[in-house]
T-cell receptor, first 111, second 115 residues
Framework: KQEVTQIPAALSVPEGENLVLNCSFT??????LQWFRQDPGKGLTSLLL?????REQTSGRLNASLDKSSGRSTLYIAASQPGDSATYLC??????????FGAGTQVVVTP | EPEVTQTPSHQVTQMGQEVILRCVPI?????FYWYRQILGQKVEFLVS????????KSEIFDDQFSVERPDGSNFTLKIRSTKLEDSAMYFC?????????????FGPGTRLTVL
């Protein structure tokens, strides 16, 4: 059974520091992995999608890596800003369409 | 930029009542999904839908739940007889295709409160 874990559960950094968010999954048979941002009481905003055949994906200050064989993905956010404060969720696509989510990492960036 | 929309943003209902949550997926998308998030818990998959049929459903999606695409733009989730434990944020999502490089795009959610 696929399990998705995100560590740490919460993270606080001063503005300007780089953020490193971790996601692990137990079954490497996935189609893709997606990173989302969730603001309090709001919906999910897609940040990046990495296909199972890819090792890395970049968008602006965001970079996500995927090591499928070890069941890990890392989201890097460079030069963090207070506006980056949110909960970050990773989700794997273990079957055609369905996403399975981790519990998220709650990030606070202090000015 | 195209987006998924959901109505209402907040629904309050009495236990045992029927509710219908509405979603308008992105217009050129073919695959539709419902997820829910109970307060403080993970986002959970409920059901996927394609070509007017359920593609996959989770254990949560029992006989009390149903989905429908009543016209060319709307996608609905019906809960026949709500329970207290149905209180959650319900998210609709859509994608062009499932899997591969196809992102799922989520709506802002409907907060369902069952009293």
């Amino acid at each position: 059974k696929q399990e998705v874990t995100q560590i740490p559960a919460a993270l606080s950094v001063p503005e300007g520091e780089n953020l490193v968010l971790n996601c692990s999954f137990t079954d490497s048979a996935i189609y893709n992995l997606q990173w989302f941002r969730q603001d309090p009481g709001k919906g999910l905003t897609s940040l990046l999608l990495i296909q199972s055949s890819q090792r890395e994906q970049t968008s602006g200050r965001l970079n996500a890596s995927l090591d499928k064989s070890s069941g890990r993905s890392t989201l890097y956010i460079a030069a963090s800003q207070p506006g980056d404060s949110a909960t970050y969720l990773c989700a794997v696509n273990p079957s055609w369409g369905k996403l399975q989510f981790g519990a998220g990492t709650q990030v606070v960036v202090t000015p | 930029e195209p987006e998924v929309t959901q109505t209402p943003s907040h629904q309050v209902t009495q236990m045992g009542q029927e509710v219908i949550l509405r979603c308008v997926p992105i217009s050129n998308h073919l695959y539709f999904y419902w997820y829910r998030q109970i307060l403080g818990q993970k986002v959970e998959f409920l059901v996927s839908f394609y070509n007017n049929e359920i593609s996959e459903k989770s254990e949560i999606f029992d006989d009390q739940f149903s989905v429908e695409r009543p016209d060319g733009s709307n996608f609905t989730l019906k809960i026949r007889s709500t329970k207290l434990e149905d209180s959650a944020m319900y998210f609709c999502a859509s994608s062009e295709e499932p899997g591969g490089d196809n992102e799922q795009f989520f709506g802002p959610g409907t907060r369902l409160t069952v009293l």
